[in-house]
């Protein structure tokens, strides 16, 4: 998705409050922020802890397409807990004062975090699946060097470029509005053109998720129908569940915020309800326990 895309796709999911004036949000907002509080406040404790517990999965693996997009999936995480405190104060205070811009930039950390786990756990999946069906292709090796810099690219776009085009564009309105001491509420700022890009990206992010659950699932199936029961003592098989566990972890966290999104599209008025199904998204998280295994991590078990 290009820089465009993203913009028009961002802001419209982002607030805790009405497009309405401060008055008129104040008591939807009192509902939801006690909401916002303990969702964020959850996420941001135990997603530091599975964080320190996955930090050995850096220690030692192979640098396959696999264990490569598992490290940009927990720097991702990484970079997406940093922002959270800053949400945690704005809806405990109920007020911001660290400036509109900062505003916008945290704003989109969470959408950068949701897009950006989608694309690799998209990546993971279908590594997992292609290295299933074509057991004779071993998966391709990666020098570290080249990863690491392939991977330092992709950020420093992202970060890069999307702050800097959220900053430019966005929040027009609020400061028009003198609206400053209230941060997430961009609704006003979406157009027609917005609302058609981002039917068309919930729909994908939607059937994607779905499509590759099913497949991931009926990896495991064959699995077990060749196997019978003696198929859970098999490291391939363990490696496939953890696949499938990530597919479900997509499954609980994008696609009940993205059907939503397509009613909220044509109901701008719900941001609040919005914002707090945005806030579910982020308890993807806690995926990183899926890398402490039995026997391996999933990138050494990827490796192979």
């Known amino acids: 998705m290009d820089g465009t895309a993203y913009q028009t796709t961002m802001h419209p999911d982002l607030s805790p409050n009405s497009t309405g004036p401060p008055n008129s949000t104040a008591g939807p907002q009192m509902k939801c922020n006690p909401v916002l509080l303990g969702i964020y406040s959850v996420v941001f404790v135990s997603g530091l802890m599975c964080f320190s517990l996955a930090m050995h999965v850096l ?8 264990s490569i997009a598992v490290f940009n999936l927990i720097f991702t995480h990484f970079l997406f807990l940093l922002t959270v405190p800053f949400r945690i104060y704005y809806y405990s205070t109920h007020h911001w004062q660290l400036g509109l811009n900062t505003c ?8 950068v975090h949701m897009y950006m786990s989608f694309v690799f ?4 999946l279908i590594s997992r699946i292609w290295s299933f069906y074509r057991k004779t292709e071993i998966m391709p090796s990666i020098q570290r060097l080249h990863a690491l810099l392939v991977s330092a690219g992709v950020w420093v ?3 890069v470029t999307f702050p800097c085009v959220v900053t430019l564009v966005y929040g027009k309105r609020a ?3 003198n609206t400053t001491s209230q941060c997430f509420a961009f609704a006003e700022d979406i157009q027609s053109e917005a609302k058609v890009l981002n039917y068309i990206i919930s729909t994908v992010i939607i059937v994607t998720t779905a499509v590759l659950t099913i497949l991931q699932a009926n990896v495991l ?4 129908k060749r196997d019978g029961k003696k198929c859970t003592l098999q490291q391939d098989f363990s490696a496939q569940l953890k696949s499938l566990c990530f597919a479900l972890i997509m499954v609980a966290s994008f696609i009940p915020y993205h059907i939503f999104r397509l009613y909220y599209l044509e109901h701008l008025e719900l941001e609040n309800i919005n914002e707090v199904f945005l806030s579910l998204t982020t308890f ?6 899926t890398f402490l295994g039995r026997r391996t991590c999933f990138v050494c078990e990827a490796g192979r």
Not at 59 to 66: L, N, V
Not at 221 to 224: C, F, I, K, R, T
Not at 284 to 289: G, R, T
């Open 59 to 66: 220690k030692s693996s192979t640098t396959t397409i696999t």
């Open 284 to 289: 993807n998280c806690l995926d990183m326990l």
């Open 221 to 224: 199936l064959v699995l077990y």
């Open 157 to 159: 776009v992202v970060l």
């Open 104 to 111: 916008k930039v945290i704003s989109s950390m969470i959408h």
């Open 175 to 177: 400061e028009d509005n």
């Open 121 to 124: 756990y998209v990546i993971i």
